[in-house]
């Protein structure tokens, strides 16, 4: 576990946009709100604060073009602001955006809201198309899968799998 000292001096920080208090508000809003400790299980409510956060983050850099380093600073700022809330390290801050990126619409009632954070992360992979991602959160709800099932399912293509068997069906 990676942990931030509680001072830093000017030369620690990453040089960063002057809009940079914009994105940092908007994220801390929302860590202001997150239950303290982590959370274990399917939580809609905390995968959709996930996906406004990674949104924000996205929205962000799309309009800054701020390199790597954002993800470090914007974490040391949040630990040093909320020690009790936990899951926004760097990495997490990078999966909440890939995830606002796999469904840039949003998540409305989408399977992937009632899946646990880890079994989200998996789907997140490069290699996945949204419509994969879709396929196994769907079957991870229906089916109750572990992280690990997913990722044997993933690691079989199940999904081309069901294709081949849906169109042989429908011969």
Do not use: C
Not at 90 to 99: D, F, T, Y
Not at 151 to 161: E, F, G, N, Q
């Amino acid at each position: 576990m990676t942990r931030y000292p509680d001072t830093f001096s000017a030369a620690d920080e990453p040089e960063l946009p002057p809009t940079y208090g914009e994105l940092h508000g908007a994220v801390a809003a929302e860590v202001a709100y997150a239950p303290i400790g982590k959370v274990i299980g399917p939580n809609p409510d905390a995968i959709r604060r996930y996906w406004r956060i990674g949104r924000a983050i996205s929205m962000w850099q799309l309009r800054e073009h701020a390199g790597q380093r954002l993800y470090e600073r914007l974490a040391r700022q949040l630990a040093r602001e909320y020690p009790d809330r936990k899951g926004f390290s760097a990495g997490a801050l990078r999966n909440m955006q890939s995830l606002a990126e796999a469904w840039p619409e949003g998540l409305g009632l989408r399977a992937v809201t009632r899946l646990p954070w880890g079994h989200i992360v998996v789907l997140l992979d490069d290699t996945l198309t949204r419509a994969e991602r879709d396929f196994y959160a769907g079957r991870t709800v229906e089916y109750g899968w572990s992280r690990n099932v997913l990722i044997h399912m993933i690691d079989i293509d199940l999904h081309s799998r069901d294709l081949a068997d849906g169109e042989a069906e429908e011969s």
